[in-house]
C-alpha cells in the first residue's frame, strides 16, 4: 500500500508522516539543546576573570601580582572543595537538581566523588600555596598545583565526566585558565631567587620540566584514585533530559 511504500522510504513504521516529523523536531530540539550548552555561563565568567584580571595584576605588580591572581583563583577551588566536603559527597544526585542544573546536565558533568577526593585536594592546594606564600618556594609551590589542576583536574575532566573526549574536552577552560597562571607565576620568579635554587633548579626550562612531570604524576594519581574508588562517569540518561532524543521511537 501507500502507506506501506512511504514506510519503507523513510524507515518510519506505523504513522510515517506524524512519526518522522515527530523524530525530525527531536533531532532539531537535541542539536539545539547540545549547542546551546558548548559552554556554561560559570566556565566562560571563569575563565574570562582569572585570565583577564591576572594579566592587569601582571602589568600592574609583576611577578607579585600573579601570586596574588593565583591566590584569589585557587582560593575559590578550595571554597567549592570545602562546600563539597560538607555536603558530604561529591556531586547531588540528579533528582535534587533545579531546573538550572537540569539545563546543564545537557552537557558533560562531573561524577560522584568520595569526600576524600576533596580533602586530598585541599591538603595540596594548602600546601602549594602555603609554600609560596610563606616560604617563597616557587617552583614547589608551582608542582604542587600543577599536581592539582594540570595532572588530577585534567584527568578528572576528560576521563570520567560524562560526555565522550570532544565534548569533556571542552569543560576544561577553567582548569586550564588556572594552569597558566600557575606556568606563569613560576616563569615570572627570579631564577637565581630562593624559589627556584630550593629545588635544585637554575632556568626556567628546568622549572618547567619540573611543572609537567608533577602534573603527569597528578594525572596518575587520579587515575589510581579513581580506580580504586570505583568512580564511574554519570550515567547520561539520570542527568541529562535530552539524552536519547535521537534516537529512533
Same mark, same amino acid.
Given at each position: 500500500?501507500?502507506?506501506?511504500? *512511504? ?9 510515517? *508522516? ?33 585570565? %583577564?584580571?591576572? %594579566? ?14 593565583? =591566590? ?68 614547589? %609551590? ?19 565526566? %560524562? ?8 569543560? #576544561?577552560?577553567? *582548569? #586550564? ?61 539520570? =542527568? ?10
Amino acid at each position: 500500500s501507500g502507506r506501506a511504500q *512511504v514506510a519503507r522510504l523513510t524507515g518510519c513504521k506505523f504513522h510515517p *508522516v506524524q512519526n518522522c516529523v515527530h523524530r525530525g523536531l527531536r533531532h532539531r530540539w537535541h542539536r539545539v539543546a547540545m549547542a546551546g550548552a558548548t559552554y556554561s555561563l560559570y566556565e566562560v565568567a571563569f575563565t574570562a576573570a582569572a585570565l %583577564s584580571g591576572s %594579566s592587569v595584576a601582571w602589568i600592574a605588580y609583576g611577578h607579585i601580582g600573579l601570586i596574588i591572581a593565583l =591566590t584569589c583563583v585557587v582560593g575559590l577551588s578550595a571554597l567549592g572543595d570545602v562546600l563539597e566536603v560538607l555536603r558530604g559527597s561529591g556531586c547531588r544526585p540528579a533528582a535534587d537538581r533545579g531546573p538550572k542544573d537540569a539545563a546543564a546536565s545537557a552537557w558533560p558533568v562531573e561524577p560522584e566523588l568520595p569526600p576524600q577526593w576533596y580533602v586530598g585536594m585541599l591538603a595540596i592546594q594548602g600546601a602549594g600555596m602555603a609554600a609560596q606564600l610563606l616560604f617563597g618556594l616557587t617552583v614547589l %609551590s608551582g608542582m604542587l598545583l600543577s599536581f592539582v589542576f594540570g595532572g588530577c583536574g585534567v584527568c578528572l575532566h576528560l576521563r570520567y565526566y %560524562s560526555g565522550n573526549y570532544s565534548d569533556n574536552a571542552r569543560t #576544561l577552560a577553567p *582548569v #586550564l585558565s588556572i594552569v597558566a597562571i600557575i606556568f606563569a607565576m613560576v616563569m615570572t620568579a627570579p631564577s637565581d631567587g630562593r624559589g627556584y635554587t630550593s629545588m635544585g633548579v637554575h632556568d626556567r626550562w628546568g622549572a618547567m620540566a619540573l611543572l609537567f612531570v608533577a602534573g603527569l604524576f597528578g594525572a596518575a594519581g587520579a587515575q589510581a584514585f579513581c580506580w580504586y574508588m570505583g568512580v564511574a562517569p554519570r550515567d547520561l540518561k539520570e =542527568t541529562n533530559p535530552f539524552a536519547g532524543l535521537g534516537s529512533s521511537p
